[in-house]
Structures are given as C-alpha cells and as structure tokens.
C-alpha cells in the first residue's frame, strides 16, 4: 500500500507560481510511477504530468509545469508557472508500479489539494 498526501495549492493571481508537494509512504517511490492529475468543476479528471523517471506532459501544461521528484524524501513535486484561471481545479497526485508504466490505470489517489488561479 502507498498513502500519498498533497499539499501546496492555495490561491494565486493569473501569471503566479505554485509547488505541489506529495508526499508517499508505505512503499519508497522509486520503483513507482508519479503523476499528477487534475479535477475542474464539472468536468472529468485529466492526467497533467507524470515521472517515470523520463517525464511526460498534458499538453495544455507544457513549458509551464514541471515535475520532479525526490527518491530520498518519498516525495513528488509539480512546479506550476504562469498559472491561468483554467489552471483552477483540484490537484491529486497518484503511484503505479513501474511494471504498469504503460497502463493506463493508476493503483493509488491522494486525497487532493485546491489551486485556484484569479483572473
């Protein structure tokens, strides 16, 4: 079993930055899939970055964010800059194992952090 718990989002002008953090523990992540999805009012979560350690990209993100993580702390990170309001919604992080790095099903959810952007 891997907890994942988030935390970093808040609220932040368009043009802003924000760091997410997830921190894991359970399982040591580095034999573990990384990514980050997010969650906007009314509509259906969407992958946003993940960390295998090569690294991949929504596209409506890209240049913008940037994920990376530290094996030795159990933790994640998504750098988030020249935040937009459509950037706004909830931010989960979630783990596989890197034997389903190809799958398209993720095996554990953190419970999610708030980042709204203001117009």
């Known amino acids: 079993q891997v907890q994942l718990v988030e935390s970093g989002g808040g609220l932040v002008q368009a043009g802003g930055s924000l760091r997410l953090s997830c921190v894991a523990s359970g399982r040591t992540i580095s034999s573990y899939v990384m990514g980050w999805f997010r969650q906007a009012p009314g509509k259906e979560r969407e992958f946003v970055a993940a960390h295998l350690p090569s690294t991949s990209y929504a596209d409506s993100v890209k240049g913008r964010f940037t994920i990376s993580r530290d094996n030795a702390k159990n933790t994640v990170y998504l750098q988030m800059n020249s935040l937009k309001p ?13 034997f389903k790095s190809n799958s398209p099903s993720w095996d ?3 419970q999610g952090t708030q980042v709204t952007v203001s117009s």
């Open 86 to 98: 459509e950037d706004t919604a909830i931010y989960y992080c979630a783990s596989k194992t890197i």
């Open 108 to 110: 554990y959810w953190g």
